[in-house]
């Protein structure tokens, strides 16, 4: 699993063996690598908007944010997201304070980045949690499920949002911060991106298509837009081009 910094100069890159390491993008050269983080898979890694942060998921049940010293290295500080009862599959960034979490234990959970406390946890899947993906705004999350359900959820208007909560008082979301189901395919979400203009989103599936849904008028109502098919394996990554470009 990799992820290229906001900059386009740095790819970090999480491995099988639960190290990092840090390729520069112009050269191929490797920049730096980081102790093992990891007892188990890194499972996904994400960089922060402004890049100045990377989070990893991994197979040993914990995530954990790093800081960006600079383009070529890691902080060695770590941030350790622990609360997950199973594998942790997959990670985003809310702005820069957040991150989010999907895991095997079929919960959504929000932590503070910078202390590791957990914010949220969201509840309502049926089956474990393969993909997350945060609304460029910070308004939505949007989680995907190996039934194929894929879950909106409003962050505004689950309560404690915006960090008012604490580790004794963790919410729990099962109404609250939910917004929509999206039943988009008969298999597994694998991977979920938003837009830059945030009122699109992609979803990769492991039936390999892509499907491409909008948000109708900023109300948090998604429809489908388009299917794309031809793949002939499951679908692994998805990304929005430049603004009006396309989706791939």
């Known amino acids: 699993t990799f992820d290229v910094s906001p900059d386009m100069q740095t790819i970090v890159c999480g491995l099988f063996n639960g190290q990092l390491i840090l390729f520069d993008v112009e050269s191929g050269e490797l920049q730096a690598d980081a102790p093992k983080c990891h007892t188990g898979i890194i499972a996904a890694v994400v960089y922060s908007p402004s890049g100045f942060c990377a989070a990893t998921a991994s197979e040993d049940g914990l995530a954990k944010v790093f800081l960006r010293v600079n383009e070529k290295?890691?902080?060695?500080?770590?941030?350790?997201?622990?609360?997950?009862?199973?594998?942790?599959?997959?990670?985003?960034?809310?702005?820069?304070?957040?991150?989010?979490?999907?895991?095997?234990?079929?919960?959504?959970?929000?932590?503070?980045?910078?202390?590791?406390?957990?914010?949220?946890?969201?509840?309502?899947?049926?089956?474990?949690?393969?993909?997350?993906?945060?609304?460029?705004?910070?308004?939505?999350?949007?989680?995907?499920?190996?039934?194929?359900?894929?879950?909106?959820?409003?962050?505004?208007?689950?309560?404690?949002?915006?960090?008012?909560?604490?580790?004794?008082?963790?919410?729990?979301?099962?109404?609250?911060?939910?917004?929509?189901?999206?039943?988009?395919?008969s298999r597994r979400v694998t991977v979920l991106c938003f837009s830059s203009c945030a009122n699109y989103a992609a979803m990769g599936m492991a039936d390999k298509k892509v499907k491409l849904w909008q948000e109708w008028q900023n109300t948090g109502a998604f429809r489908q837009a388009a299917v794309f098919t031809g793949h002939t394996d499951v679908i692994t990554a998805v990304g929005f081009s430049m603004p009006g470009a396309g989706v791939g």
């Open 73 to 185: 290295q890691l902080n060695q500080r770590v941030v350790t997201l622990a609360g997950h009862e199973a594998e942790v599959r997959c990670v985003s960034f809310v702005g820069e304070d957040r991150v989010v979490t999907g895991s095997n234990d079929k919960t959504v959970r929000v932590w503070d980045a910078a202390t590791g406390a957990q914010l949220q946890c969201f509840r309502g899947h049926s089956d474990r949690v393969y993909s997350v993906a945060t609304q460029p705004n910070g308004h939505l999350i949007a989680s995907g499920c190996g039934d194929g359900i894929v879950t909106i959820w409003d962050l505004d208007k689950a309560e404690g949002a915006g960090g008012t909560a604490t580790d004794s008082a963790v919410n729990t979301m099962t109404d609250g911060g939910f917004r929509r189901r999206l039943v988009s395919h």
